[in-house]
């Protein structure tokens, strides 16, 4: 059964900083597709990155390079998503979601996603 967990939103003052966590069990870990998701009030859910551990395939959006950072810790099975920089429109409840193919796009349908932790940011 494969368990996604995210955790560590919060609200942060603009030009702050925050780190998100995802724990992940279940499923083949390095080889596996993890990524964050973000649905701000009134918009679509959109992709921000993603990560294949095992070949350091790394995907951002645009609107994110530059200042978020995903890396993953393989030992603790957990994805870690660095928010620097934070704007007020990164607002938006940030999912993780995962797939088993190896393969970062946002053309995946990632099968698996976990709660989502809400990141406010004030202007």
């Known amino acids: 059964d494969v368990q996604l967990q995210a955790f560590g939103g919060g609200l942060v003052q603009a030009g702050g900083s925050l780190r998100l966590s995802c724990a992940v069990s279940?499923?083949?870990?390095?080889?596996?597709?993890i990524a964050w998701f973000r649905q701000a009030p009134g918009k679509e859910r959109e992709g921000v990155a993603c990560?294949?551990?095992?070949?350091?395939?790394?995907v951002y959006s645009d609107s994110v390079k530059g200042r978020f950072t995903i890396a993953s810790d393989n030992a603790k099975n957990t994805v870690y998503l660095q928010m620097n920089s934070l704007k007020s429109e990164d607002t938006a409840v940030y999912y993780c979601?995962?797939?088993?193919?190896?393969?970062?796009?946002?053309?995946?349908?990632?099968?698996?996603w976990g709660q989502g932790t809400l990141v406010t940011v004030s202007s």
């Open positions: 979601a995962a797939d088993s193919s190896p393969l970062c796009s946002w053309h995946v349908k990632f099968d698996h």
């Open positions: 279940g499923l083949t870990f390095g080889n596996s597709a």
């Open positions: 990560i294949v551990s095992d070949n350091d395939d790394t």
